[in-house]
């Protein structure tokens, strides 16, 4: 082996260490991970590969991680660890394959340092190594997606193969065989009978999940396909903006995507198939309106391809530019890879860093929340959530998802209201439904604010008004949820308009940053907006009242909302007890802590 090679294998096993090293760092786990852990929690259980026992509901896209990770648990081997491992093998994979393929293209079989300059965006490039560690199928789904291109690109007929792996993985691996075969078909690189036998053979090796689902599920797609899609104009603008975003933030506003067009003719032969994959999926992802959860997790498919069409297009520049003079053509592209690594590093670093906490808040806090509750449940009592991973991993709850990801009513017959601001993300929700499987507890990610849609929909139900109430335990940490009271109303009527609540969230907001005088005017606008019976904004507003020295009239405002809510507004009794306290008067103090003990129960 010569001295090059050497180095360069050693300056690769350092890429993937620092990458490895950078994933770890990270350290967190995306909330949908614990939906799939939660399935194969309850199928090494033995209840069958269901979100919850009894109940079958294909709420997954990732089959063959899934299949890993049963594998896996039944070794004994912790399958939260087991899915970050296998994000990070799937990581080293693709920065070994990108290295190997540049390698063969021409230009890069006799460089030392050309080869490595995809490797080292790839390093540089912080979204891999989030994804890496976060429990989701994502770089498993690119590792095979980088596989099967590679061997479509090499006219290996394995990478048809590979490809239904990569469906099995994610449901976008049979776009990525399709790309494959139009952009092979079209440039006469197989005939109608070959690519007939090739689709013949896909279909062949995923049939058995269509058929299992079938059988177990009873369904033709999954119950994620009627919860997540749809087609609208306002798909398209998310889709646009999701594009443009990762446009500024990892593509040097879209230059990486028009360099290899100036310079097609001279790389289409060895990237061909790639760039095709890349542009095609692209408007896919455009078209679908990008992904619901942030850092540019669709485009970490197409990420190594779009590196390596950008490299070998640098280098057929420096070598039109440049044909006599190799040393200052290789600076110059270099140069060019180094700026445009440390760009990709340095650009998207904010936006990383404001949603990593946020990411590891959210699991934290909703554990926490099952760990609490979880002593309280048994088979008979419900929770209905919007946030269903975390909080049903530990929990062990029946879960009922507010968005009809796992649940099939939801998903195939939503019943929205206009009038609530929502996305095409969050579109999907039906508080009849709800209301009518009277859940015992419903937990928002936000305690005592809605900002889901569906959650929002809730305060427009009159069951959900009389019938829930907050509820918290300062001893363990559990921040205010909803309870279901002994005795529901019979009846459920909505309220027309919604303008109330977005008042609420207003008046909670503006507390939580001091904002008194905001708050207060959101509050009254709330109540001048709101049914007569929704009491919860005199709780903030007496809390108010009392903090700013004008106790008469914060204890009126309080004692108002025990009034309306016929003694069941737990938060305005917690101010008044404490306000009672501070005075000494230890006999209102303790008939208040009487009433709390009554119902701020979570048996």
């Known amino acids: 082996m010569s001295s090059s090679r050497i180095i360069q294998y050693v300056i690769l096993a350092a890429f993937i260490a620092v990458f490895a090293i950078h994933a770890v760092s990270f350290s967190f786990t995306q909330d949908d991970a614990f939906i799939s852990y939660r399935y194969v929690k309850n199928f090494l259980n033995g209840d069958g590969l269901v979100y919850n026992p009894g109940e079958r509901v294909e709420g997954y896209t990732n089959l063959f991680l899934i299949i890993l990770l049963a594998f896996l648990g039944r070794l004994n081997i912790d399958i939260i660890i087991a899915s970050k491992i296998i994000g990070i093998i799937s990581g080293a994979f693709v920065i070994l394959l990108s290295f190997i393929w540049s390698r063969k293209i021409p230009g890069g079989e006799k460089s030392l340092f050309l080869p490595l300059g995809v490797p080292f965006l790839l390093i540089t490039n912080s979204i891999l190594a989030y994804w890496a560690i976060s429990g989701l199928e994502t770089f498993l789904f690119a590792a095979l997606v980088l596989l099967g291109v590679y061997l479509a690109s090499h006219k290996n007929p394995l990478f048809v193969a590979i490809l239904a792996l990569a469906a099995l993985t994610r449901p976008e691996g049979g776009l990525i065989f399709i790309l494959i075969l139009i952009y092979m078909f079209f440039k006469r690189q197989l005939i109608i009978k070959t690519a007939f036998y090739y689709l013949i053979a896909f279909v062949l090796l995923i049939a058995p999940q269509f058929l299992f689902r079938l059988y177990y599920y009873h369904d033709i797609l999954p119950n994620s396909f009627y919860a997540k899609t749809g087609f609208s104009a306002e798909y398209i603008l998310s889709g646009v903006h999701y594009v443009w975003l990762f446009l500024k933030e990892y593509a040097l506003l879209g230059g990486l995507f028009v360099l290899p067009l100036v310079v097609l003719r001279h790389i289409k032969q060895e990237l061909g198939p790639a760039l095709f994959v890349v542009y095609g999926f692209s408007l896919y992802i455009m078209l679908i309106g990008g992904d619901v959860l942030h850092c540019h997790r669709f485009f970490l498919p197409i990420v190594p391809m779009l590196y390596m069409a950008f490299v070998f297009s640098l280098f057929q520049i420096g070598h039109i530019v440049f044909a006599t003079d190799s040393k200052i053509r290789n600076l110059l592209v270099f140069s060019i890879i180094i700026i445009t690594g440390v760009l990709t590093f340095w650009l998207p670093l904010e936006t990383i860093n404001n949603f990593l906490p946020a990411e590891k808040g959210l699991v934290n806090k909703m554990s926490h929340h099952a760990l609490v509750l979880k002593p309280y449940f048994d088979a008979n009592r419900r929770v209905a959530c919007t946030t269903i991973g975390a909080f049903g991993y530990y929990s062990d709850a029946v879960v009922i998802d507010m968005l009809g990801l796992t649940d099939r009513t939801i998903a195939r017959n939503p019943k929205g209201f206009d009038r609530i601001k929502s996305t095409w993300k969050e579109r999907n929700y039906n508080i009849p439904y709800i209301m009518n499987l009277e859940p015992d507890f419903i937990v928002f990610s936000t305690g005592l604010k809605p900002s889901a849609p569906a ?97 008469e009239d914060g ?13 069941y507004a737990t938060l305005s009794g917690k101010y008044l007890m404490n306000y009672y306290e501070s005075i000494g008067d230890s006999t209102q103090a303790m008939e208040i802590f009487r009433q709390l003990q009554r119902i701020n129960r979570l048996e």
Request: proline residues 5%; aromatic residues 14%; charged residues 25%.
């Open 555 to 567: 204890v009126e405002i309080l004692k108002e909302a025990l009034n309306i809510s016929d003694g």
């Open 455 to 551: 959650e929002k929909a809730l305060f427009l139900s009159s069951k959900f008004r009389h019938g829930y109430y907050p509820v918290f335990d300062e001893k363990s940490g559990l921040q205010v949820i909803y309870k279901k009271k002994e005795e529901l109303p019979e009846t459920d009527e909505y309220f027309p308009d919604p303008a109330f609540i977005d008042f609420f969230i207003d008046a909670i907001n503006y507390k939580s940053r001091g904002d008194y005088e905001q708050a207060y005017l959101a509050g009254i606008q709330c109540l001048q907006s709101a049914p007569a019976d929704f009491y919860l904004p005199l709780s903030i507003l007496g809390k108010i009242q009392l903090e700013i020295g004008l106790t």
